[in-house]
C-alpha cells in the first residue's frame, strides 16, 4: 500500500493494494465460523474478477457446484449470467467482479437466513470498499433487497439504475429464475445489463430509490 494511504481513502488506493486487501480478506473469511453454514461447506466461495472492476455483481449465495468448486456462478445459472454479461462485456476478467450475499452455500440450496446475511454482510461491505466499482449489478430479490433495504419485488425494482446516497444499483433478475421462467426473463435480463454498459457510458443516469 503506498505509504500513508488509507484502505478509506479510495483515490490512493492502487489496483495493487486492492488484490492484496482482497487476498487478506479473503484468507480471513476461509476460516469463518460466524454462522453454522460453516459446518456444512464445502468451500467458501470468497468471490473474484478484477480489483479494480467498475461493475460488482452481487447474487444470493453459492449453490453446489460454487461449493465444489469454490467459486461463483459457475452452475447452470451461472453460465447463464456469465454469457449475458460477455454480449456487453468483452472481458469478464478484467472488467466485472463478482461476489454474494453470502459466502457459503445453505444446505439443499434452501434461501438464506436473515442472520447468515447478517453475519456475512461485512465481507460483502469490505469487497464493495475496495472494489469501489461504480455500480452494482444485484442479481436476484435476495441481492437487490439486502443492498437497496427494501421488501420490494425484483420485478418492481429493475430496469432502473438507482443512486441511494451510498452506491448506485441496477437490480436484476436471478439466472436462476429466467432458467425457469423462459426467454422473456432472459430479456429482462439482457436489457438490464445494457442498462449497466450504458450507465458506465454515461448514456443514462441514476433516479433515487423510492
Ligand atoms: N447463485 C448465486 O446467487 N450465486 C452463485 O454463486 C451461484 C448461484
Do not use: W
Amino acid at each position: 500500500m503506498t505509504p500513508g494511504a488509507r484502505f478509506d481513502d479510495l483515490n490512493s488506493v492502487t489496483t495493487r493494494d486492492k488484490t492484496v486487501r482482497l487476498q487478506l480478506l479473503k484468507e480471513q473469511v476461509k476460516n469463518c465460523e460466524r454462522c453454522s453454514l460453516s459446518r456444512t461447506r464445502k468451500h467458501v466461495v470468497f468471490g473474484e474478477g478484477s480489483p479494480s472492476a467498475r461493475v460488482l455483481v452481487v447474487g444470493e449465495a453459492p449453490g453446489r457446484d460454487e461449493d465444489e468448486q469454490g467459486r461463483p456462478f459457475v452452475g447452470r445459472s451461472g453460465q447463464l449470467l456469465r454469457k449475458l454479461l460477455g454480449e456487453s462485456f468483452a472481458d469478464l476478467d478484467s472488467e466485472i467482479y463478482i461476489a454474494n450475499l453470502i459466502k457459503c452455500r445453505p444446505p439443499n440450496n434452501r434461501n438464506p437466513e436473515p442472520q447468515e446475511i447478517d453475519s456475512c454482510s461485512t465481507y460483502l461491505a469490505q469487497q464493495l470498499d475496495t472494489v469501489s466499482p461504480e455500480v452494482v449489478l444485484a442479481v436476484g430479490a435476495f441481492a437487490a433487497r439486502t443492498l437497496l433495504r427494501t421488501k420490494l419485488g425484483i420485478g418492481e425494482m429493475r430496469a432502473k439504475v438507482y443512486f441511494d446516497g451510498d452506491r448506485t444499483v441496477v437490480p436484476t433478475y436471478h439466472p436462476a429464475a429466467a432458467l425457469r421462467g423462459g426467454p422473456l426473463v432472459v430479456t429482462k435480463m439482457r436489457a438490464d445489463i445494457s442498462l449497466v454498459k450504458l450507465y458506465l457510458k454515461g448514456e443514462v443516469s441514476t433516479c433515487p430509490f423510492p
